[in-house]
């Protein structure tokens, strides 16, 4: 038995049912409700790192990777977290037709402990599918500590299938659930699931229906299975059940499924819910003994306070407050040192270029341009990334973005958007292409539509640093409690601003292009779990900072090559630089800003990293950044050329509101699957950075306060 940890495919379930897979593996598709755990089992199974979190609808693309256990491969398919299979969200029809029309050799149902027979509803609908099911019923710990007992052989008994206690996020009971799988999987077991009784009438529809219908074949699906979703007339099945089966409505059955209709009189998928409901309470009262009172008093008592109409918006300002405060003021020393560790690295490559007889051209491309403006964008960037990543991974870990969500739902719905925009939003936080993606777990189109269009107006982990630059060096260059303090301010100032305008804009969008009525939504409040700070500050620096880190670096180093070719190439004693941020100059001059700041945005589309590199080196006239030992020599250098505490304003405000990041677009592309959409992403922004910056500009110019 071993774990192999590689990936096969990730969200090619959008592209088809079928992955790709070698030979002989049998293949494990991973169900359940939103945030019971799936996301963290599957890591713990294959040793990749799917991100997860302590919210519902964490996961919104399907990913798969392989492990070994008795010297058979599986390949594990996770798949968005989904409370029924007659879901509407894209990502949720996904999950529920891999089940369906995939054929996967086993469905691991994953449930929770504390909530089960709320989890129980999608079993038996999947039981009613297929007979290859294993039931892990995860988060037994938190079951144990609120004093919930669940009698996993009488549930196995009801069911009918095996059913695996586990911990994932401890490793507890992967072995056994991993044997449960490979029997089943094998042929070794068969289990014999419980086969649901309807009432009369439904069940006299069925069997009047099922003679009709053709046979499913090899798909594994009951003529049974068909007539109930038939009788339910969800398009989205009736579409799936044509696309992947063929199965049409001849003649025949389509009168017998009128007259079914007409003879049931209300809706007959109300009816079957209506059963399932009744019978997951049933088998669920049986297989868990309650804990005696309440076990989630600590829970409510925070919530009650959180959520407060007096206190939840305050709480959370100064949440976020506090994680700035933090990340600037402990990031301002690890900066300064990495810079001074460059520069140091930087004289003994002048050594060896000068010896090597490498002082002109290749010098000046290879250090002054690319060594330079990678080791600026690593000694400004990482420290903050690595304090604000773990900070914002330890409140997303202990289950507060879920409150976040709660305490903006209404601010949403004033916006005619939708309550799980506030979730998208926050994922923007990290990377605005991310937010792009978890914008899936929205259902309606038009609301979807409207949370991409404007996940990019909160600042992204490209955008943060040139923030907390700029307020470290015009705000908090002394390193004074004080200073820290009023740099936050500002950086917090900035979210705000975008959060607002998220919201105004998504107001706009949907009373003009995208007119409609906020949809109702219940977000699930998950419990407060105790932060695993060993694993955040892992999954924090693997999967966030770094990740970011290596992105940057890839796009600064022919960014820094293209940069200094520009600013040492002259045409009529000019350089290529110069002559561009002169053209641009008398339009950065209405906003507050120059030629050359609004040069390094437009040359920063593929990332936004490297905007500030760009800015200094077209500050210099040999087109190279100088040896920055201080944020003194910086903001020197900014003053030289004319900036003012007007520019730092203009600049962090243009850095909030212009267009999203090549990646960011492309993900735009992708999800929209249209130019159209994705240049009304691209003009939003960036048109209302310009009204903003320029309103911001002239007045106070007019009120003669811009020295």
């Known amino acids: 038995m071993g774990l192999t940890g590689r990936s096969t495919w990730v969200g090619a379930l959008k592209e088809g049912l079928n992955p790709p897979l070698p030979p002989g593996d049998y293949v494990v598709a991973l169900s359940g409700n939103p945030n019971t755990g799936k996301s963290t089992l599957f890591n713990r ?75 129980l509803i999608l079993v038996l609908q999947i039981l009613e599918i297929t007979n290859k099911v294993v039931v892990c019923v995860n988060l037994i710990d938190e079951a144990e ?61 069925v069997g009047g229906l099922e003679p009709l219908i053709a046979s499913p074949g090899g798909r594994g699906l009951s003529r049974r299975w068909v ?154 960037m990482l420290p903050p990334m690595a304090i604000f990543f773990p900070l914002f991974t330890l409140l997303e870990d202990l289950g507060y973005l879920p409150r976040v969500a709660f305490n903006l739902d209404g601010l949403f719905k004033k916006a005619r958007a939708h309550g799980k925009q506030a979730l998208t939003m926050c994922m923007g936080f990290g990377c605005n292409a991310a937010g792009v993606i978890s914008c899936r777990i929205i259902e309606s189109p038009r609301e979807r539509m409207i949370a991409i269009l404007t996940n990019n107006f909160v600042p992204c982990n490209g955008r943060f640093p040139i923030l907390i630059a700029l307020s470290t060096i015009f705000l908090a260059r002394g390193g004074g409690i004080w200073e820290n303090l009023l740099a936050s301010a500002a950086v917090m100032a900035a979210v705000v601003l975008g959060v607002a305008a998220t919201l105004l804009v998504s107001r706009i969008l949907s009373e003009t292009v995208l007119k409609g009525l906020p949809s109702s939504f219940a977000l699930e409040m ?20 770094l990740f970011v880190l290596a992105r940057a670096v890839l796009v600064a180093a022919p960014a820094g090559l293209v940069v200094w070719l520009m600013a040492n ?30 040069l390094a945005f437009l040359l920063g589309l593929p990332a936004n990293e490297i905007v500030i590199p760009i800015i200094i080196m077209g500050y210099l006239s040999s087109g190279s950044i100088m040896e920055l030992e201080s944020l003194a020599d910086l903001q020197a250098l900014f003053v030289a050329n004319g900036w003012t505490w007007l520019t730092a304003v203009c600049t962090m405000l243009f850095t909030l509101n212009h267009f999203p990041c090549g990646t960011t677009l492309l993900t735009i592309r992708r999800e929209t699957g249209s130019l159209k959409w994705t240049l009304l992403s691209f003009l939003i922004p960036t048109l209302a950075g310009f009204a903003v910056c320029f309103v911001v500009a002239q007045t106070v110019r007019l009120l003669g306060l811009a020295g």
């Open 526 to 545: 998950p419990p407060y779990r105790k932060p695993q700070v060993g694993r955040i500050l892992i999954r924090s620096m693997l999967d966030r900072t």
């Open 45 to 119: 199974l294959t040793g990749l790192r799917q991100h997860t979190g302590n919210w519902p609808g964490k996961t919104v693309a399907s990913a798969a990777g392989r492990y070994s256990f008795k010297g058979q491969n599986f390949t594990l398919v996770d798949l968005p977290g989904t409370y029924s299979l007659l879901a509407h969200s894209p990502e949720e029809e996904v999950a529920r037709n891999f089940i369906c029309f995939a054929r996967p050799d086993v469905t691991v149902v994953v449930t929770d402990a504390t909530c089960l027979e709320r989890n």
């Open 227 to 380: 007539a109930l979703r038939l009788l339910e007339g969800d398009p989205g099945v009736i579409n799936s059940l044509q696309k992947y089966l063929d199965l049409g409505l001849s003649g025949p059955l389509r009168q017998a499924l009128l007259t079914a209709r007409a003879r049931l009189g209300e809706n007959p998928g109300e009816r079957a819910a209506t059963a399932i409901v009744k019978k997951a309470e049933a088998i669920g009262s049986r297989a868990m003994a309650p804990a005696e009172g309440r076990h989630d008093h600590w829970d409510r008592k925070i919530d009650d306070l959180v959520t407060s109409r007096l206190w939840g918006f305050p709480i959370m300002l100064a949440l976020l407050g506090v994680i700035f405060w933090i990340t600037i003021a402990g990031a301002n020393y690890p900066s300064e040192l990495l810079a001074a560790g460059f520069l140091w690295l930087e004289e003994r490559l002048t050594d060896i270029f000068v010896a090597a007889g490498w002082e002109g051209w290749v010098y000046g491309l290879l250090i002054e341009g690319v060594y330079r403006t990678l080791t600026w964008v690593v000694s400004v």
């Open 569 to 598: 190439l002259e045409v009529k004693g000019l350089s290529l630089v110069n002559h561009a941020a002169a053209f641009l100059q008398p339009v950065g001059e209405l906003i507050g800003l120059d030629g050359y700041i609004l």
């Open 145 to 205: 500590r609120k004093k919930i007992a669940v009698d996993l052989p009488a549930l196995a008994r009801e069911l009918g299938v095996p059913v695996v206690g586990t911990n994932a996020r401890a490793g507890r009971g992967l072995e056994e659930l991993k044997t449960a799988v490979y029997r089943v999987a094998s042929g070794l077991e068969r289990p014999e699931p419980l086969s649901l009784c309807y009432d009369g009438d439904l069940e006299a529809a």
